[in-house]
């Protein structure tokens, strides 16, 4: 039996215990099929989604908001 082995998103560590394995997101694949991202349990609240779409969402309503009509 070969157990699967996932990298932590936040440490880069492997986790070897399947236990201590936490699913955290799901990412499309460039091709192919996307993959899980896994984290340590106790990483798992660390690891920040990828921050530069919702910056450039929240840019794009600001200025909406400041500038309505345009
Ligand atoms: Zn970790």
Known sequence: ????????RYCDG???DPGNAV???????M???GRIVW???????LVKPD???LALLAR?????AAHPGT
């Open 39 to 45: 984290a340590h349990r106790e990483h798992a609240h």
């Open 60 to 64: 794009i309503r600001a200025r909406r």
């Open 23 to 29: 699913r955290i997101a799901y990412e499309d694949g």
């Open 14 to 16: 492997l986790i070897t």
């Open 31 to 33: 091709s192919g099929p």
């Open 51 to 53: 921050p530069r779409p």
């Open 1 to 8: 039996m070969t157990a699967t082995l996932h990298v932590c």
